[in-house]
């Protein structure tokens, strides 16, 4: 079965979304000719540093450098919970706001599948605009440490699961979680038994490491590349199906590690559950028009991403479709609702 979930059901590219802001500011009812009327918010449910937060200032950048939207778009770090706090508030307060957006990815679909910290909200209680992104999952250590490969990390937790501390920027049974345990559950390692530590963003995880409160973490492999160049960390290895380019070309997958598995982290932009018609039909056109745009072919270069751009029917369709692979694989790990 895990064979299966190694060649389909880990290849879930984590995203990004954004949402739209409220009725009481214009945004419900809005016809194409006055919409946006009001400042457009960007939410990246994490702190910042993390692929939400990055992904969400690159956009609001484009769209702004471009003018492909005139109105002034800023973006608000709401962390809590690997995104699941903002989410509920996003689904409860902000239902109907045209003028706050958000960024997502896989975590809208597996906190709202995983037993442990469930989210009662998913992607059905948002409306899904565009997959903008790929990335993948990386397996990192401080620049001194003593774990050399991913293989070294594996047999340490073999030894005394208790001596390995794992951080991510994501709450328990979430994405950093998942791709971190991931490689010890090929191993034969019980998940259960690897010690999980969260912060809310990648940029926090980063810190834990580099502070000397983490052994090992797992992040996003484009926004670790910072911490390579600067020399304050190692990848070990990354969840891609072929090497990576760029600063971390020399770093193998985990198939070149021994470990039968991959995990793609796609990203995503996301409305409000009831986003009007009018709302939803401009983000659709907008976005179509940025990601053919120079200035956006420049931000998936800077941060080390790959485009993969999926309308918001397609998207919907995906993200149907990829609800069914992540509860297959927390079926798998023990970790599903």
């Not at 995983?114 to 899904?128: L, V």
């Amino acid at each position: 079965m895990w064979k299966k979930l190694s060649s389909v059901a880990l290849v879930a590219s984590l995203s990004i979304g954004i949402a739209a802001c409220s009725s009481d500011e214009g945004g419900s009812g809005s016809s194409s000719s006055d919409y946006p009327k009001n400042n457009i918010t960007l939410v990246a449910p994490s702190g910042a540093g993390g692929g939400w937060d990055l992904t969400a200032r690159s956009i609001a950048k484009t769209m702004n450098d471009t003018k492909l939207i005139e109105k002034p778009i800023t973006v608000e770090n709401k962390p809590g919970g690997g995104g699941a706090v903002y989410m509920a508030e996003f689904a409860t307060k902000e239902v109907k706001n045209d003028y706050v957006l958000m960024v997502k990815s896989p975590p809208i679909l597996i906190n709202n599948n995983k037993a442990e910290g469930n989210s009662p909200y998913g992607y059905k209680d948002t409306t899904p605009l565009a997959q903008l992104t790929r990335d993948y999952g990386a397996i990192v250590v401080k620049n001194d440490s003593a774990y050399k490969t991913l293989q070294d990390v594996l047999d340490a937790i073999k030894k005394d699961p208790t001596a390995v501390t794992l951080a991510g920027g994501s709450a328990p049974g979430s994405m950093d979680h998942l791709v971190g345990v991931l490689p010890a559950f090929k191993a034969g390692i019980d998940p259960k038994t690897v010690k999980y530590v969260s912060y809310d963003g990648g940029g926090e995880a980063v810190a834990a490491l580099l502070g000397g409160n983490a052994d090992v973490i797992a992040t996003d492999a484009s926004t670790i590349a910072t911490y390579v160049k600067s020399g304050d960390v190692r990848v070990l290895a990354v969840s891609s199906s072929e090497r990576l380019e760029g600063d971390l070309a020399e770093v193998p997958t985990f198939k070149e590690s021994g470990i039968d598995a991959e995990f793609t982290i796609w990203r995503g932009l996301f409305g409000p559950k009831e986003m009007s018609e009018d709302a939803k039909k401009y983000w659709s056109e907008k976005l179509g028009e940025m990601v053919e745009t120079e200035e956006w072919k420049a931000e998936l270069t800077k941060n080390g991403w790959a485009s993969e751009y999926r309308n918001a029917d397609d998207f919907t369709t995906y993200l149907e479709d990829q609800d069914k692979v992540i509860v297959e694989l927390l079926t798998a790990l023990g970790m599903q609702k």
